[in-house]
């Protein structure tokens, strides 16, 4: 009878994974992954890389950019913005859309990949899911500000009163704030969930008195016991069923804003899965336009790895072909529908006074990600940033091509007009990119922006052999199980 292998000694016949498929960087153990990871949280900001000061500073200048925009509008009213007759919607509804479409790779990355039994999800989910919450927080001021009253806010909630006024529910508008409002609480309550676990080994790490107190009191007591972990396996679980559908409910309703009108390039069947699939394709760009400084100025190689670049960009290669598909099919329809409202609106699209934001779209949004396909441009960091950038301009540029192109032109030419944005319109903008990068990059500084426990599970198959591969635990001695065995099992 042959005697069982000794786990201590290195299996030579053993094959090794290839490095550039590894979804954590060869010769970590799990004291490795958890030191690294609370390094970036617990060092002095004296340590901080020079980067994030940069980017802090910039962002510092877009918040006050915000501020000043904001209170400009709230004191002299919304004639400041560029909105006119017939383009009533503008920036506003152009920048609301944009940014609640970048919140959606988050929720794909935290809740579908997770249900999909998805390993490579570990190393960008926790920070996806943060620009998420920062996204719908961007987005939730524009309806907010653009009803001109954001102290009246709470008159679109449902609530007993005595003038007997209730919202119209008819409203694709109404439908937005429930929408919206839903998929902000489920992936905050999402997002700090999965932080526990690693709330508590910062907890358990941390030297200075203040922070062992804060994350102390943000783990909520977490000690690693097995009740705990069914506990929090099961509430992830539960989540993450709750999240998936928002991934395809919320910018449904967005897409039904345009959808239920009867405006020309509006008034389309094609908008519901047209408009998901651009919000993922935007989500993803902005996750790649994150990661890649981030993992740069960190030195985070060994956990976002080029495995986690490829498929980044191959998600983005295939969700740009699907609204690639969607721009063809607007176009048809224009044509096939027999409407000569429809076929002037593509005319103008074409070669109108806005012509070129729409062949800039057609540019950045379908032609630039097809370098995709040449599998090392999937894993060039410079093409990635570049190409990511590109679809950030182009999903902004499909924004303004379906609502300022389909507005500016509609039934009567004697109502037609131009649109120019103001000074004001851009600030706001540009404010709230500094709102967010200002949000994100404090959430890198304060808080683990990567999974440690989930990065704890991926060692054993990372290449480590030997005496120095980990046995499967947590810091606290309790067993980690993987969140896929549990979705698996259930």
């Not at 389909?406 to 039934?411: I, K, W």
């Amino acid at each position: 009878m042959e005697s069982l292998p000794d786990p201590t000694r290195p299996m030579k016949d053993h094959p090794q994974p290839d490095a550039r498929d590894a979804l954590v960087g060869p010769g970590h153990t799990i004291a490795s992954i958890t030191d690294k990871i609370s390094e970036i949280v617990l060092s002095p900001l004296a340590k901080t890389p020079l980067g994030w000061h940069a980017m802090m500073g910039i962002a510092s200048v877009g918040v006050i950019m915000l501020v000043a925009s904001i209170t400009n509008l709230v004191i002299t009213g919304v004639g400041v913005w560029g909105n006119n007759v017939p383009v009533g919607w503008a920036f506003d509804i152009i920048n609301f859309v944009w940014w609640i479409g970048i919140g959606h790779a988050g929720t794909l990355i935290s809740a579908v990949l997770l249900l999909l039994r998805q390993e490579w999800r570990t190393s960008i989910n926790r920070f996806a899911e943060a620009m998420t919450i920062f996204a719908v927080a961007c987005a939730g001021m524009y309806p907010l500000l653009h009803t001109g009253r954001p102290w009246l806010a709470y008159w679109l909630l449902p609530y007993p009163n005595t003038m007997g006024m209730w919202p119209q529910f008819r409203s694709p508008l109404v439908w937005d704030v429930f929408a919206v409002s839903t998929y902000a609480t489920v992936s905050l309550l999402f997002w700090y969930t999965g932080m526990i676990p690693d709330l508590a080994t910062l907890r358990d790490q941390a030297k200075n008195k203040i922070a062992k107190l804060a994350y102390g009191m943000l783990s909520m007591g977490w000690r690693g016991a097995a009740s705990h972990w069914n506990r929090f396996e099961t509430a992830s679980v539960l989540l993450a069923g709750l999240s998936t559908p928002l991934v395809l409910s919320v910018h449904s309703v967005v897409s039904f804003d345009f959808a239920t009108g009867i405006v020309p390039g509006w008034h389309t069947t094609v908008f519901p899965p047209y408009f998901v699939a651009g919000a993922i394709f935007a989500g993803f760009a902005m996750v790649l336009t994150l990661a890649l400084p981030i993992r740069s100025f960190y030195g985070l190689k060994d956990f976002i790895t080029e495995k986690h670049l490829d498929n980044m960009a191959k998600v983005l290669l295939a969700t740009g072909l699907i609204v690639t598909y969607g721009y063809a099919m607007e176009a048809f329809a224009a044509w096939y529908s027999g409407s000569v409202y429809e076929a002037y609106l593509l005319q103008n699209r074409l070669s109108g006074p806005y012509w070129m934001f729409y062949w800039a779209l057609i540019l950045t949004n379908c032609l630039v990600p097809q370098i995709f396909w040449y599998a090392p441009a999937r894993r060039n960091v410079w093409i990635l940033f570049g190409v990511s950038m590109s679809v950030n301009i182009g999903m902004w540029l499909e924004r303004f091509v379906i609502i300022v192109q389909s507005l500016h032109r509609d039934f009567l030419p004697s109502s037609w007009g131009m649109y120019s944005p103001t000074i004001w319109d851009w600030g706001m903008y540009l404010g709230t990119i500094g709102f967010f990068l200002f949000n994100f990059f404090l959430f890198v500084r304060f808080l683990p922006m990567i999974a440690i426990f989930e990065m704890r599970l991926l060692v054993p198959k990372s290449g480590v052999t030997g005496k120095d591969a980990p046995h499967h635990g947590t810091a606290h001695g309790a067993p980690a199980p993987a969140l896929h065995d549990h979705v698996g099992r259930s």
